[in-house]
């Protein structure tokens, strides 16, 4: 793949790709929902009738696998099959039975003199979307893309690049006689990382860059990209059990939002304890925490209560462990919790435990992440969960979206302001 | 002022300046709205009250005009009496009036379990506002942020420099007597350059720039800042007459559009005309503007009909005079016109002159820009013509914000989770 494009011809490539991009944009931008809808339903279709294709290119990838280093698990998530491809094929079929946010009027007044003005959801344009090495994102970004009118670039990682092209290319086949651009969704045609930082420069032609992936990517994207980016950092986020929690319920959701599952961005990685609940809590807690092999990393006050913590440092507050590991700290009020989670955390996921309805006030208001939740696991912080259809991410930024990125997540508005002749006075 | 910091220590009180307003805006976002509203009744009261100070303030701004070399009109903005302190106190009142986008709750739902979901309007954070020197905008800006529950740092314009810092003083003198903290709005007290690439590498403390002025500071700061930029370009705006226009209210909107005030961001710049009319509305139009001597600087078709007018180059299409000069151009279509704004223009207001319903429609569908008028003139495109009360500015962007930036423009949102213990599967 990475054959495809020879250097001295990058700049001219990419160019040409965001070119052809804006102009399936602005037909995009006012295609009837119908045909939207079409595309993702044949592109499904074509994705289980052609699924030889896609396994097969799937093989190569796989076959490469060992190559780029990949671990068992990756390699699992990279591996399709009929059900797993019957599983992507759904899901653009999901895509196409939620409703389509362009067109939708936000809002409508008529001013005094008779200017009747609509600010009307339009989409941002093109989208250039940078992901890691799960094919089926390649099928969901595209059909979140495009059901939201904007054309987007597929910048997919090359440990799965055979496999991406194999679905893209489904997903252009059926473009045109569904009547869809054929640029809509481009995947870009070579693995050079050279040429992410061509994009990043085209602020003329591309209205929003979303990286997903390891920080590192993130923070190369957010300082190199001229135009608005989309982060999605991962989520240090913590459970703070109040004076008046009832102490099962905290241990419940600290073992859900621990344990459930502990690679992802909404899992626990601090506990807080109220000093006045300590002696009982901590104790509870722990018992469930060993269950799964948790280490523990606590402040003094915390490791009283648990004999065999490992004594925290200044770093464990900062750090999201993604695995087996837990920071836990003892607070004196409620305020401690909310500077420590707004001083510590990243502004993603966080949830107190309480049955006092003032502090759960308190807690919600100023803690300052895009989620914050009263007695519920921060594992619920996911689009599918809150009911807004399938996503693109979940946003760690509070400018233009923030929290799980679906379909409204990837549009703007415009203003349309109908007179008779009115001029200005 | 610009002695106030040495340059040794800019990097230290830059810093320290950016961290007072980032604790400040948590008091902030969950100040209640009589509070916010009372500091901005106070401010009011405290400007007229201190009028003498500030106008002595305003006299040494005046006395170093012209070693800044402002023309006499520049000169004419900065000037401030009574009267001029009477409106900027006036302006905060209305902003008082305003409603409080903080706490709205903008979508709320109940999900399968139990668990009850809210998306809740919540402050940006803290606002870096990089302005030119009408000294209005500082009280103005430091309102609208503080409404909507934001810290401000204000950099405003060195030519008045004395006039922000004594406006700054009354709104901090009343801050704390008010229930605001003192840090809530802050003037930079240096006007050194190097102050504003300080504060542009802070994105853990500031949550967006604001940059108001010339596109060489904007092109500046958006490159430089590595937190989101809200932009506020110039406009490059036309007026496109459809076949099936009224020919007199064609002339009457591009007379206003045009002329009615030429130095503003939504003055008309470039005019089209389908070709079908264009022996009838160019003389009709053309008598309207050669009344305020504007130069015509037409293409070979609209010169046959405007003797007096200069042939147009490619390079007048994309150029905002901000003058007394329009450029001119017949179409063979609406569909040309469409790719002629989208191409050349701004995306900041474009107006269509038409009867016809189906080319309104494409019209206001397919112009990728802020505002789309239909039979009324660019000059609307305004937030206080909107109804939307006090802005920051218009911008230019199709992210976060677009068009006027008033109150609910410098928000974000969480979401807040109420559970009974509900844990995820």
Redesign the interface.
């Known amino acids: 793949m990475s054959s495809l494009v020879t250097e001295p011809e990058l700049g001219t490539y990419c160019r040409q790709t965001a070119e052809a991009a804006r102009a399936a944009s602005?037909e995009l931008?006012?295609l009837d929902t119908e045909v939207k809808n079409r595309w993702l339903h044949q592109s499904a279709d074509a994705l289980v009738a052609h699924s030889d294709k896609i396994i097969a290119a799937n093989q190569l990838d796989l076959a490469a696998a060992p190559e780029y280093g990949l671990t068992d698990a990756a390699i699992d998530r990279l591996r399709l099959d009929d059900q797993r491809i019957a599983a992507i094929a759904a899901g653009l079929r999901e895509i196409a039975a939620l409703p389509d946010p362009i067109g939708e009027v936000i809002d409508g007044?008529t001013?005094p003199g008779g200017?009747q003005?609509l600010k009307r959801r339009?989409p941002?344009?093109v989208v250039f979307f940078i992901y890691e090495s799960r094919p089926n994102v390649t099928a969901d970004a595209a059909g979140i893309c495009v059901k939201s009118g904007n054309a987007v670039i597929l910048r997919g990682g090359k440990e799965a690049i055979h496999s991406s092209r194999a679905i893209v290319d489904q997903l252009s086949a059926v473009a045109v006689q569904s009547g869809i651009p054929k640029a809509a969704v481009q995947l870009v045609a070579t693995t050079d990382r050279a040429a992410v930082g061509e994009f990043l420069t085209m602020s003329d032609l591309i209205?929003?860059t979303i990286p997903r992936g390891g920080e590192g990517l993130i923070r190369r994207v957010?300082?190199e990209a001229?135009m608005?980016v989309i982060k999605h950092f991962d989520g240090n986020c913590h459970v703070y059990v109040d004076t008046s929690a009832?102490i099962d319920?905290a241990a419940?959701?600290i073992?859900?939002?621990k344990c459930?599952r502990m690679g992802v961005c909404n899992a626990c990685e601090s506990l807080l304890i109220h000093e006045s609940v300590a002696s009982t809590a901590l104790p509870a807690i722990a018992d469930r925490l060993r269950k799964y092999n948790i280490e523990m990393r606590a402040d003094a006050r915390a490791k009283e209560w648990l004999p065999d913590a490992v004594a925290a440092t200044e770093e464990d507050w900062g750090t999201e462990y993604l695995g087996p590991t837990i920071s836990i700290a003892v607070v004196d009020s409620i305020s401690q919790a909310i500077e420590h989670i707004?001083r510590y955390g990243s502004h993603h996921t966080d949830a107190i435990v309480t049955n006092d309805l003032q502090a759960?006030d308190t807690f919600?208001?100023?803690v300052?992440?895009?989620?914050?939740?009263?007695?519920?696991?921060t594992?619920?912080?996911d689009g599918g969960?809150?009911?807004l259809g399938a996503e693109i991410g979940i946003s760690t930024?509070?400018?233009?979206a923030?929290?799980p990125c679906g379909l409204r997540e990837l549009t703007?508005?415009?203003?349309?302001?109908?007179?008779?002749?009115?001029?200005?006075e």
């Open positions: 602005y931008a006012s007044f001013r200017l003005i339009v941002l344009g209205d929003v957010a300082t001229t608005p009832d319920m419940s959701i073992e859900n939002a459930q707004n759960a919600t208001t100023r300052d992440s895009a989620a914050v939740m009263v007695n519920a696991s594992r619920f912080n969960v809150f009911g930024d509070k400018f233009h923030r929290g703007s508005y415009k203003y349309i302001v109908r007179g008779n002749g009115q001029i200005r």
